[in-house]
């Protein structure tokens, strides 16, 4: 073994010796190739690493902007409040702090303070073969004859009708102040039978107080269950004491039907006050000395929170019911007393209070005509109390609500919670809608801008303190648990790319044109300097629709937030633009320009260009935009049609759909129990196109609406046709939301989605027509005289018309059918519908 390995290893060796033999350069190219292959991998290696630095940085360069992003649409605006957040305290507006703030309840109080102290009214009639009917929040359902403030003026008085079915309640409340928490006040509340009763009603009403959150309460009890009074404590109210005074002017003397229970508890949230009192309801006895009878009735016992809430931190609210029952008709008055209240005159009950209430209820009739002048024209004393009604439940809708809304950005997986804030408001509808709509409180404020100026400048300084670093304002505000209750969830989620119409702009043009028209006015200063706090907010508000609802050509606008499914609706709705199922074009698309918002495009860029000049303010962009968007030229090419000679919309549409069941094919040996429920889809008979969307209704009318057309523009003539001609908008109750040769006329969105704005007729729409007509009438050109004949009729029908509804049926209505005048949807709906008073006094 030992030779052979020699031998390999010589024979290596001679191997060796022949490698060593190889030429010089070909040695010296395999080493360069070597070391090329060398240099080669460190430079792959070197850009690898580089590469994964790279994407390392641009990973978290990503996620920093994506978290920037994401905060955004939830990070509020850097300029200084218009605001102060102790603006609404007892301290700086005592006046104002307690007040009928609980738009959604029948009857409540509470002050203008994130956490109150609330109080309320719960009532229900004894005896009843309907079992338990207790009312306390606003609601449809529980078909009331009608309930609504009679007056209400805004500070320190309110009176208020309910008819239930055999009884008739009136709420009264007066404030007075004094102290240092915002004085005192007292509800009366009185019972009477209704004249078509058979029999006198036997009634239970519970007054109740709940500390939400803040302070403490104490219920002091005589006879072991008639409580006389609370007292209580909180960092806003300092001591206080309710007084719930005996029943009087009835049958107490006899004590048939008179009792009182109590219930002292703790609650959850403010949104579950009404089921913890049905919750705690038992049987009792009422006895009558005078017949020895002995009757069963509902009171207010004991209530225990179920166990998975009775160790859930939420359970933290002090809540106390007192419950009075008693055979109508009776009186009974509450006391609010504050401890800060030293130099108390007198207490505000009985004849103190009813010589307060003739006083305040004189002063009110006195402003009220005053501002409106309704018996000056002519107007009967029945309908001048109509128009009363009207203004004081939109003032008795006022809501203070805090909270915090959900809101959803395309920067954010989940919905987020918008910054906690507080928002004093009206509201649509008390039963239906108790929360603040973008879009409705500029209708609102114009009439409220009227009573109060000082309200006004509050509402929008809520809103626009509302408004994020990118210049959105949530459009619907749902704040706090009460709020929250009464809103479907499909509804909650404020998305950060939807708009809705900039209406605030008409409230501050109107402040404009009363600033230029009186400079000496009282509130001059006050609006001055109300204008100057919000304009680096108004600037954001307008720089983010003209940035965020662009549309595809210069110039022109586009609503997002269409409903995306083509398939489920016959025309997808535009909830952002206030006019919901309105048709549009059929299949949405970015193609599309909208005329409505075009004009109030226009209206924002002329409301700016005006706040500027009068602060000083640079205004040329302004104006610029506003000479560009108001060009009829412009307007026409972008939004007229010659072949429908009007304004209309432009997009990806076809009319020929209609709404049909869909066809199921029933599989072979497959049972017809087993198939899914048929349901209604569209259907196409003929493919979009983009072309004008045949629509003639309100939306063909902005550029009128808004004042946009010049008074010779003979388009204008068009439109006036077109308002007069009853088979497409004029009827004898107003002007119709869609025209009658419309094919989606009065036709339904889907198998459970009624027509809405395709033919009813709109208050907030035909007073901006009225306004529009007046205006026309009153400058020179061709159409002069036609605009003023229209604006008669119209306005004489208007009028007629909500008046007649409302003495027939006790309510001022959410809409109202083009084809027989009735007031239909929701009721009572006296937000925007409340500018009839408007109409009646020719205040536009």
């Known amino acids: 073994m030992g030779r052979v390995r020699k031998r390999n290893v010589a024979a290596d060796g001679d ?16 080493k360069e190739k070597k070391k090329g292959k060398t240099d080669i991998s460190k430079i792959l290696i070197n850009i690898s690493i580089g590469l994964c630095i790279f994407s390392l940085i641009w990973f978290f360069y990503a996620m920093f902007m994506r978290s920037v992003l ?35 309840v029948y009857f409540g109080m509470k002050t203008r303070s994130p956490r109150s102290v609330v109080t309320g009214l719960m009532w229900m009639r004894q005896f009843s073969a309907k079992g338990v009917n207790l009312r306390h929040t606003c609601e449809q359902g529980d078909g009331l004859r009608s309930y609504g403030w009679l007056a209400h003026d805004g500070i320190n008085f309110g009176m208020q009708q309910i008819q239930d079915n055999d009884f008739i309640l009136s709420t009264t409340f007066v404030k007075r102040m004094g102290g240092e928490h915002g004085g005192d006040w007292t509800w009366r509340i009185t019972g009477k039978q209704h004249s078509t009763a058979p029999q006198a009603s036997v009634i239970s009403l ?6 939400d959150t803040q302070g403490s309460l104490q219920a002091h009890v005589l006879d072991r269950t008639h409580l006389s009074h609370v007292t209580g404590t909180s960092e806003e109210l300092g001591n206080f004491r309710i007084t719930f005074g005996k029943p009087t002017g ?6 048939k039907y008179a009792s009182y229970n109590y219930l002292q508890t703790r609650s959850p949230g403010l949104d579950q006050l009404t089921e913890i009192v049905k919750s705690s309801l038992s049987q009792r006895f009422l006895f009558s000395p005078s017949t020895a009878e002995r009757k069963p009735y509902i009171a207010v016992d004991t209530y225990t929170p179920p166990p998975q809430q009775q160790n859930d931190n939420r359970i933290r609210s002090d809540f106390v019911v007192h419950q009075v029952t008693v055979q109508v008709p009776f009186q009974i008055e509450v006391l609010f007393e504050s401890g800060s209240f030293h130099d108390r005159p007198n207490q505000l009950k009985g004849s103190v209070l009813t010589e307060e209430i003739t006083r305040l209820k004189s002063s009110y009739n006195e402003k009220f005509e005053e501002t409106f002048g309704l018996q000056a024209k002519g107007f009967t004393p029945a309908q001048v109390r109509f128009a009363k009604a009207a203004l004081s439940n939109m003032l008795g809708g006022m809501g203070y609500f805090f909270g915090q809304s959900v809101v959803q950005s395309r920067y954010n997986e989940h919905p987020v919670l918008y910054p906690e804030g507080a928002l004093f408001t009206a509201v649509p509808s008390r039963s239906f809608f108790p929360r603040g709509f973008l879009w409705d409180e500029g209708f609102h404020q114009l009439l409220i801008s ?3 100026p000082q309200v006004t400048r509050e509402a929008v300084a809520h809103w626009l303190d509302l408004i994020n670093v990118d210049g959105w304002i949530p459009r619907e505000q749902i704040l706090g648990d009460e709020a929250l209750s009464k809103v479907p969830a499909e509804f909650v989620v404020q998305r950060t790319e939807n708009a809705n119409p900039p209406t605030f702009f008409l409230v501050l043009e109107e402040f404009m044109e009363q600033l230029e028209a009186r400079p000496g006015a009282p509130h001059f200063q006050g609006t001055l300097n109300f204008l100057r706090r919000l304009y680096p907010r108004l600037q954001a508000w307008f720089g983010w629709y003209n940035t965020t609802q662009v549309g595809p050509l210069p110039n022109s606008y586009r609503w997002r937030g269409r409903d995306k499914d083509t398939n489920q609706f016959l025309n997808p709705k535009t909830l952002t633009s206030g006019l919901d199922d309105y048709p549009r074009a059929s299949h949405p698309s970015e193609d599309e320009r909208h005329v409505d918002l075009h004009c109030w495009m226009v209206l924002a860029s002329r409301t700016m260009m005006s706040i500027s000049r009068l602060l000083g303010e640079p205004h040329q962009e302004y104006e610029r935009t506003y000479l560009a968007l108001s060009d009829n030229n412009l307007l026409s090419e972008l939004h007229w049609s010659e072949q429908h000679q009007a304004f209309c919309d432009y997009g990806n549409h076809t009319q020929a759909v209609s709404l049909q069941q869909e066809k199921i094919i029933v599989p072979p040996g497959q049972m017809r129990q087993q198939l899914p429920v048929k349901r209604w889809v569209r259907s196409l008979r003929k493919a979009p196109k983009l072309q004008y969307v045949n629509a003639l209704g309100y939306v063909s009318l902005f550029p009128f609406l808004l004042h946009i057309l010049t008074p010779d523009s003979q388009k204008l003539e068009y439109i006036l046709k077109d308002i007069r001609d009853p088979a497409r908008l004029w009827t004898p109750y107003g002007l119709r939301s869609l025209s009658r040769s419309d094919p989606i006329y009065m036709k339904r969105n889907t198998e459970h989605d009624a027509p809405y704005w395709r033919g009813a007729i709109w208050i907030n729409i035909n007073y901006l027509a009225l306004k529009a007509l007046h205006h026309y009438s009153s400058i020179e050109g061709p159409y002069k005289e036609k605009a003023a004949g229209l604006y008669q009729e119209l306005r004489t029908n208007v009028i007629n018309n909500i008046y007649k509804q409302y003495q027939e049926t006790g309510y001022i209505w959410e809409q109202y059918s083009d084809s027989t005048g009735r007031g239909q949807g929701s009721h009572p709906f006296t937000g925007w519908s409340a500018l009839v008073v408007l109409i009646m006094a020719e205040e536009y």
């Open 206 to 211: 519970m007054f109740y107080v709940a500390a």
């Open 250 to 255: 009835g049958e107490e003397s006899s004590n």
């Open 450 to 452: 009227k009573w109060d």
């Open 15 to 30: 191997l060796h010796s022949q490698k060593e033999e190889k030429p010089p350069a070909l040695v010296r190219r395999e």
């Open 70 to 104: 994401a905060r955004r649409p939830i990070t509020l605006h850097p300029s200084p409040r218009v605001l102060d957040a102790n603006s609404t305290s007892a301290a700086v507006s005592p006046e104002r702090f307690w007040g009928s703030y609980r738009s959604q």
